[in-house]
Structure formats: C-alpha cells, structure tokens
C-alpha cells in the first residue's frame, strides 16, 4: 500500500486540501491555501516540497 501525507501550506503550516502519494510529481502547481487564503507555486517530487520563487514584473521605463 502507498504512503500518503497531506500538503502543508508552507506561509501558515495548516493542511490543504491535498494529499500526495510518495510517487507523486508535481511541477509549477499553484497549491492554494483556505485558511490563509494565499495561493503559491510548489514542486514535490517524494514527499520533498519546495516553493518556487518567481522574479517580481519589471517596469518598463523609457
């Protein structure tokens, strides 16, 4: 039988609304967190979840 774990919001330390399998891949998943109402990208491959930083938008200047 596989091993399950809940995905745990990495702002706030609460549960998600997600579980994963150990075999489990995810990449650029945008894991949305109802008690703090944040939304971030995460990449989990064998349990280990890492968030996923993007560069803020330049402004343009002319």
């Not at 994963?20 to 891949?25: G, P, Q």
């Not at 967190?33 to 990208?41: A, G, V």
Request: net charge positive; with cysteine; charged share 30%.
């Amino acid at each position: 039988m596989m091993n399950t774990e809940w995905i745990r919001c990495p702002i706030c330390g609460n549960k998600t609304r997600l579980k994963i399998r150990e075999d489990t891949l995810l990449e650029m998943f945008p894991l949305f967190c109802p008690k703090c109402k944040q939304e971030t990208l995460i990449r989990v491959q064998q349990f280990n979840m890492s968030v996923i930083k993007e560069p803020d938008a330049k402004t343009q200047s002319r």
